[in-house]
């Protein structure tokens, strides 16, 4: 692929506006008007900051956009890039988490391939030799003796498949599934799900249980959108994989409140989609933590640096910043870093509210959401 940089991202005789902020949408609002059906399929991951019910406001946004390739270059739960895809785009992603890309291997590289029956029989057959790293080591912090040991017993046989994508598949399904069976979704806190049993369905099924009709959603959730998409893990500043038209970045922020460290409550995922190769558990923690892995954007020292580096490498395509206003920088010095680059800045705003975290965090969390587009 080739960046587009004498091509107009915008016909200069229908400018976009600075937008003023609107409201939140009523759900009922969500995905109508034009929004593409395949992206509906997607398998919403309850991730931290995730943009998934902001995926009809972007999907206005970037449409007006002339673009035919898109790097999504902080992929996160993948939900934008599948968005991307599904508007039949060349979609790259990219992750330093290797949760993340394999979640985008599993729904974005994938040209439609499905984990057979075949093959999920095959992942759940016994076999005396897998290890059982995952029962030893989270004995008692997450889920039942049982989970634990089916864990490892996939984490064992899905090597043993012989399509990545087909591997990819069955690893986001797992991951899908830990998420879904552990209260609140996140692994900052110790505890058997039986014992936050409050009656829901998620907390009742066993881990083998959601494994299986996750392997079918994200069966269902897999299509061919006729492009050679990719998806790859690694630090953004090291991306040597190509040029595309436009370049989305939703990249972590310095909080103005509370911390957005993804290792802090997603450790184990990360952990399991690598069944921990590489990484270095620390024992003094209840949880067994994993150590944090360093990103400039996440301090105050570092950050303003770290969007103008950003900026400066994707110089040559349409910029499109995703930002709330609970970060730092502001406003209005991203726009002054992306104007060193791009003539023109334009910024929509929207409210949002993450519901994420205790009460007192979620009602911190009212927000307005920024979509910050350079172009030309």
Request: some cysteine.
């Amino acid at each position: 692929m080739k960046p587009t940089s004498n091509r107009r991202a915008l016909p200069r005789d229908r400018p976009l506006e600075i937008a003023e902020p609107v409201p939140e949408p009523a759900q009922s609002e969500l995905f109508q008007g034009g929004f593409p059906p395949q992206a509906h399929q997607y398998p919403q991951l309850r991730f931290m900051g995730s943009k998934y019910r902001l995926l009809p406001w972007i999907h206005k946004v970037v449409s007006r956009l002339t673009f035919d390739s898109a790097f999504d270059a902080f992929s996160g739960s993948g939900c934008v890039a599948y968005l991307l895809k599904a508007m039949g785009k060349q979609v790259l992603t990219n992750d330093f988490l290797n949760m993340s890309a394999t979640v985008a291997k599993a729904l974005i590289e994938n040209p439609g391939t499905t984990l057979s029956r075949e093959s999920l029989e095959a992942l759940l057959v016994h076999d005396s030799r897998h290890r059982r790293f995952i029962e030893h080591t989270f004995a008692g912090i997450f889920y039942t003796p049982q989970d634990l040991r089916f864990l490892d017993l996939v984490s064992w046989n899905v090597r043993k498949l012989d399509s990545p994508c087909e591997q990819a598949i069955a690893v986001a399904a797992l991951i899908r599934s830990c998420v879904k069976r552990q209260p609140r979704g996140v692994f900052t806190i110790a505890g058997d799900p039986e014992h936050y049993n409050d009656g829901r369905r998620d907390l009742q099924l066993s881990l083998k249980e959601h494994f299986i009709e996750q392997v079918g959603v994200y069966n269902a959730a897999s299509f061919d959108n006729g492009q050679a998409n990719q998806a790859h893990q690694g630090d953004i500043f090291e991306w040597k994989n190509g040029a595309a038209d436009l370049v989305y970045m939703d990249p972590p922020y310095v909080p103005r409140a509370d911390d957005n460290c993804y290792i802090k409550r997603y450790h184990f995922l990360e952990g399991l989609s690598c069944y921990w190769e590489g990484l270095n558990i620390m024992q003094e923690t209840r949880v067994k933590k994993i150590e944090k892995r360093y990103t400039p954007f996440s301090y105050r020292r570092t950050a303003i640096e770290a969007f103008d580096q950003l900026f400066r490498q994707f110089a040559d395509s349409t910029l499109v910043l995703s930002y709330s206003s609970n970060g730092y920088p502001d406003l209005a010095e991203l726009r002054q870093l992306i104007r060193r680059y791009k003539r023109s800045v334009d910024v929509f705003a929207r409210g949002h509210r993450y519901h994420f975290g205790t009460h007192a965090a979620v009602e911190r969390a009212q927000v307005q959401e920024y979509l910050i587009v350079g172009y030309e």
